[in-house]
């Protein structure tokens, strides 16, 4: 089964189940202090397999789904193993994304972040990095995906450094630079890909 739509099902699966218990959600849920100090080192991965409500799981699914095909398919172009690749990708977004965290509120006792936006955010940088000038609709208004990321990455910085509204953009910002740069891990040499496609640009 494609990678992307094995890792949705198990999702929908798995916030389904937590939406019905709170204590799930307390058990699978990232909490730094426990991490760190209770060494609970498995919520730096369950974390991103539940979600708030059903608004935040649909968008992050979409994405997954949209975004990860396209991100296979040009996986295989680079490897005879993309499937690995695309798992290797995803879970090591999930772990490098919650660093920030586990660094900045380790003591922090009350805090608590979940969702697979940090993961979801590396697909869709990784389909960029393949495609810059491809279209993505931002409340149904089409943008280059080049234009997108950068707006995105300053965006997810200015709100991590306000902060107050309880949405991880650390996670989003080094999840999305994570998923750039995967492709240059996976074949330095793809940055031909990236800068050739750049150099050419397509409007819609």
């Known amino acids: 089964m494609n990678p992307s ?5 198990v999702t929908v699966a798995v916030s389904i189940w937590a939406f019905q218990s709170v204590d799930v959600i307390n058990r699978l849920i990232l909490s ?17 397999f539940i979600h708030a409500n059903w608004m935040h799981l649909l968008f992050n699914m979409l994405a997954l789904w949209s975004f990860g095909v396209v991100v296979i398919r040009y996986f295989g172009f680079l490897s005879d193993i993309p499937d690995i690749h695309f798992y290797i990708m995803y879970f090591a977004a999930i772990v490098l994304a919650s660093l920030p965290d586990l660094i900045k509120r380790k003591n922090d006792f009350s805090y608590r ?7 979801v955010s590396a697909v869709i940088f990784s389909a960029i990095f393949f495609d810059p000038w491809s279209t993505i609709l931002i409340f ?4 280059p995906g080049i234009v997108f990321g950068v707006l995105y990455l300053i965006y997810s910085n200015y709100m991590s450094k306000k902060g107050g509204d309880n949405i991880n953009h650390d996670a989003h910002f080094y999840g999305a630079v994570f998923g750039f740069v995967y492709p240059l891990l996976m074949a330095p040499e793809s940055i031909s890909v990236f800068t050739e496609r750049l150099l050419h640009p397509r409007f819609f």
Not at 5 to 9: E, N, P, R, S, V
Not at 32 to 48: C, D, E, F, G, N
């Open 140 to 143: 149904f208004i089409p943008c």
């Open 5 to 9: 739509i094995l890792l949705l099902i």
């Open 113 to 119: 972040s979940l969702g697979a936006s940090g993961a």
């Open 32 to 48: 730094p202090y426990l991490v760190v100090h209770r060494k609970q080192w498995y919520r730096v991965v369950t974390h991103a």
